[in-house]
């Protein structure tokens, strides 16, 4: 009976766990290789994945996936990086400046699309009057790199801080005296950042990476709320893809060939982020 | 000795301050350090500012170039609460939140507990296994689930959305746990089972009300995370009766003609204030537990 009962402890936890997410994963794999009409379902094989690896919607929703990925992951870091290096200089006042840059992530995506929407709104939105004043006229969300930065902009405003929180981890982990120490031979300031600051932080610096880039490719609430795949299809990442070949068209089979191509990829960025994680803590 | 004392005040002053050579610098860049802090802040916050100055604002006069509006008007406040649609979309999404919160609480305590108690065979693979679905997200299980729930009739159901929003928690829940029960010391525990305590009553009776803050922690990030999801409800949700706020407020700015913005605006309002609210009253543990869900290796 002792035995059972760590077993029965995490029954919940993995009962739960695979009614959302392992047996999900199964079934779209299953899915994925029949072809669903009206109720039936007929084995197609991989014709699903060939139509999808054909089709020109995908690889274009595919460069608009990595464009917005490269993109907010880059910028995103950029800022993280700045505000963990001026957090760690452990300020007055520190507690509330880092509760405010918070405040983004506790909302919705929702609200935050619609706030973003507001801002560029040609005519009154508040940073469409700026834009127009620096930059002549614009018309931001009616062109496809206009719309792709103001998504671009509203994912880095909301996903910063906690990128930045995972950085200033880092950051703390480097032991103060190796500072003095270096100070005392002579180092530059460049020098203690990049043999000193860098060397420690470069393991966290790939996790935030990861996490960021994990998110990037799953970006979908945002999307929806903001500019819908719009103008035309000029913003139409993977998610997009996949959520209309579902909720407009009823394409399960290539909706679930489409999440399984995600999936990989996910799975792939996870155990990178699992290795290096472990490599780092060992 | 009157004349000695302000001479000590200032060898303590000296004292007080570090060394005396590279303080005006470091003086310099500490407020270029603040002067930039408080820039970022306000344009954090500029699009909230702007959203509740919006909703405070007439009807029909478009986001006026004003920035401060001249009268402050709560009615679209009062006419949000006061339509059919609105309050129901309110109570879904507490319902939803709340109840998934609680499961994700209860079942990632127990698990948690399991993990850091016990050694038993599969242990690590149970937390590899964790660990992974903490970071795939839910969004490429949304469409077989989708499919799964439509063919058992669950769709617009109570039942699936606290189903998915109390599992979607778990992975994050077991290592927020985990690790505030590893703070425990194990001796009670020990104690309380040569007394012949039960697992569970070891469990209910010392192990969680001394990890009561995991505890909180885990539920109100939970339920802040579940309030704002708007995939999972709006991919499950299509009756009126069942939507959540969030799938509400997307139908609405779908609807708008253009002259309503201040009313989304309150409705924008409303629906970030929950969210809002517990993460100012719990701030620390949310940036604690978080970290932890998301480095602890």
Redesign the interface.
Known sequence: MR?C???L??A???G??S???L???L??LY?SLHRIRRGTMEWVGLQNFRTILTSASFWQSLQHTLVFGVCFVSITLICAYA?AL?FN?K?A?NGL????????W???????G??????F?PH???GH?VLEALLGTSNLPGTPAGAMGIVIGATV?QATA?AM??LL?GLQTVPREIYEAALIDGATRWQSFWYITWAFVRP?TM?TTL?LT??AI?T??MF??ITEGGPGRATEVL?LY??RE??TFFN?GS??A???I??VL??A??TI??RT??A??V | MKHVQPIDRHILFRAVRKSPGPRRRWHWE?LA??V???G??LL??F??F??IL?SLRPPRL????T?IPDTWYFDHYIRLLSTPRFPRYILNSAINSLGGAL?TT???A??G???VR?T?HG?SL?L??????L??????????????ASDLGLLDSYLIMI??Y???G??FG?WVMKSFIERIPRELEDAAAVDGAS?LQIIGHIVLPLARPGLVAVFLLNF?YN?????TA??MLSSTAMKTA?VG??DF?NQLTGNE?EL??AA?VI??LP??V???IA?KT??WA??DG??K?
């Open positions: 035995r009962y760590p077993y402890l995490i919940p936890a993995l739960l766990i009614m959302v997410s047996y999900p994963t079934y779209s899915l505000l001026m200089r300020l006042l400046y880092m509760t405010i840059i918070f405040v983004p506790m909302l919705s995506d929702i609200v935050s619609v706030m973003f929407r507001w801002l709104l009154t939105g508040f009057q405003w906690f929180l995972l981890a966290t996790i996490f994990i998110q799953n979908t609430g929806l709320a998610s996949m959520y579902v909720i399960f909706a679930a489409l999440s399984v995600m999936f996910n799975a960025l996870a982020y699992i994680l472990r780092e803590t | 500490t350090i603040h930039i802090l408080v970022v802040c954090v916050l699009p909230v702007y959203t919006t478009g986001l006026s170039r920035f499961i209860v079942v990632s127990l698990a507990y399991a993990c016990y038993f242990r149970f590899i296994f964790i660990m992974g679905m970071l795939l997200p839910g969004l490429t299980n949304l469409i077989p689930l989708y499919k799964l189903a998915i109390s599992a979607y778990v992975p077991i697992p802040v309030w704002n999801d708007f995939l709006l991919i969030t407020l997307f700015q913005n989304l605006a924008c629906i970030m969210g809002l517990v993460f100012l701030r949310f940036l978080m970290l998301a480095v290796g």
